[in-house]
């Protein structure tokens, strides 16, 4: 099974890929993916409930609230440029 594995074997693999030059195990789209279900699930779980999330858009239908937690307030200088 799958017991036990998880950050620390990420991280391993990520860390021998930067001295090696070698890909990780997933893909920057397949991780890009996990960690976006997983963030969709915490807005829709701090705002009560079902979101509706467009993924050509990148954006949250008619819930003004939860597309706040999309991105956050940056403290200047620092920001996050837009991505076209």
């Given at each position: 099974?799958?017991?036990?594995?998880?950050?620390?074997?990420?991280?391993?693999?990520?860390?021998?890929?930067?001295?090696?030059?070698?890909?990780?195990?997933?893909?920057?789209?397949?991780?890009?993916?996990?960690?976006g279900a997983i963030?969709?699930?915490?807005?829709?779980?701090?705002?009560?409930?079902?979101?509706?999330?467009?993924?050509?858009?990148?954006?949250?239908?008619?819930?003004?609230e939860a597309t706040?937690?999309?991105?956050?307030?940056?403290?200047s200088p620092y920001?996050?440029?837009?991505?076209?």
């Amino acid at each position: 099974g799958n017991a036990g594995r998880g950050y620390v074997e990420h991280m391993d693999n990520f860390l021998a890929c930067l001295r090696t030059r070698e890909a990780t195990n997933a893909t920057p789209e397949t991780a890009h993916l996990s960690c976006g279900a997983i963030h969709l699930g915490e807005i829709a779980y701090r705002t009560g409930g079902r979101i509706e999330f467009s993924p050509e858009s990148g954006t949250i239908q008619d819930n003004p609230e939860a597309t706040a937690l999309l991105t956050k307030q940056y403290r200047s200088p620092y920001t996050l440029s837009e991505v076209v």
